[in-house]
């Protein structure tokens, strides 16, 4: 066992062992397999344990990650969980899905100094899965019972997250999603190859153990099963925590072409059918990549997911076409090296000019491009070279640009809920309450599209701030109380 830290000037950073590209396209299971108690000590004891940690700055729910790796290089395990815990609500799912190069890893200094970063989200996954192995996971169960109860509209990560800190403080929380599984994209959205389901329904259980009611297929709305004002008048305060699911579109010639897919309606019938489900579209072949040329349009980490989806489903070829060139990425670079090696091929600065076929789309038109000067936000502006045109062949495209928010106020019939310019839920960036008393929102109907991670956080930082509000409502009460009983 390594008697101390800062050993990264003797060990090389090291990574969980990576099944072989050419296994892992032919399943469905995770890449990774896990460290061993030695590599996961060993790796933790290379973290320099600096001053000021940029691994936790960077990391938006600021994880104590150089205490927990201390803990880890001196297999003090259950305390590295308890201190993993106390910041995040799913620790097992943000150390496999979270774009660690992008946040805590990326930004280590050791990192950064050359000797490589630490392999934080693997030992975050290590603890977690021994955690769990040793039984020290347990429900988020209250010390004592409050009368006050939550309704919370989706359970996605900030819903769940947020669900998880209210019913640890005593409410009574209940979770309203309209689909079958609560989860949201961790159930529907994210291929199991980078997120085993078992883990999401593990984490289920706990929280039903909890005491947390799940309404499952339950749509919110005028024309759902509960209204609005039905939901607000059953609790105490609301949480809106529905995500962006609304697919951006591309205006282009052809785009009404046959086969031409929004990018969440193919994943989402990709993870049905691994969890067993019959999905008549991927049954007829509609959104099943076997045998197919497959083109995906842009290059985000949803679009690394479509094209990894697209080879492990037997595609006969798998091409990601983006306008930018890889620099400008905005996916995680280990997602696009993890492609490469299944065998994705990226077409860079092209863009999509017109869809090609008669009835169903049979090719790309793309041109090229060139970047020009930076725009406000730093990137280069693409242009299109003229006469530079080429055809990319396709069987099955699919859009991968993006997420806009759905028309919330209308679908709940609540007027009175004001929205951003983007379409996102208005919400107060102290309070988290939206303009209507009581009705909070979290996660990326405020944000708009984002990580799993920024949606944990918010939904935790909407408890902190429901909890007050509650708290506040249930004073006055109390009061009362206290002068009827002394009368």
Known sequence: MPQSMLKFVSLTRQTPDRRPAGERTSDFAEIYQRFDPDRAEKQSSRCSQCGIPFCQVHCPLHNN???????????????????????????????????????????????????????????ETFITETAFAEGWVKAPLPARELDQSVGIIGGGPAGLSAADALRRRGYQVHIYDRHDRIGGLLVYGIPSFKLDKSLVRRRIALLEEAGIVLHRNTDIGVDGDVTFDELRRRHDAILIATGVYKARDIKLPGVGLANILPALDYLIASNRVGLGDTVAAFQDGTMNAADKNVVVLGAG???????????????????????????????????????????????????????????????????????????????????????????????????????????????????????????????????????????????????????????????????????????????????????????
Not at 69 to 98: D, H, M, Q, V
Not at 421 to 446: C, H, P, Q, S
């Open 301 to 487: 980490d949803t679009a690394m997911d479509c094209v990894r989806t697209a080879a492990r489903q037997g595609a006969k070829s798998v091409t990601c076409l983006y306008r930018r060139d890889k620099a400008n990425m905005p996916g995680s670079r280990r997602e696009v090296e993890y492609a490469e090696e299944e065998g994705v091929h990226f077409t860079m600065l092209a863009q999509p000019e017109a869809f090609i076929g008669d009835e169903v789309v049979s090719a790309v038109r793309a041109g090229r491009i060139h970047l020009g000067v930076a725009d406000a936000t730093g990137r280069q502006t693409p242009e299109m070279i003229e006469g530079s045109s080429f055809n990319v062949e396709a069987d099955l495209v699919i859009k991968a640009l993006g997420f806009d928010p759905e028309d919330i106020p209308q679908m709940f019939d609540a007027p009175g809920l004001a929205v951003t310019r983007w379409g996102t839920v208005k919400a107060n960036f102290r309070t988290r309450m939206t303009e209507l008393d009581g009705v909070f929102a979290a996660g990326d109907i405020v944000r708009g599209a984002s990580l799993v991670v920024w949606a944990i956080r918010d939904g935790l930082d909407a408890a902190d701030q429901m909890a007050r509000y509650l708290q506040a409502r249930a004073a006055p009460a109390n009061a009362n109380a206290k002068r009827e009983a002394v009368a």
């Open 65 to 123: 990650i150089p205490d927990w790796l201390k803990l880890t290089a001196e297999n003090r395990l259950e305390e590295a969980y308890e201190l993993s815990a106390a910041t995040n609500t799913f620790p097992e799912i943000c150390g496999r899905i979270c774009p660690h190069d992008r946040l805590c890893e990326g930004n280590c200094v050791i990192e950064q100094s050359g000797h490589g970063t630490v392999t934080i989200g693997a030992v």
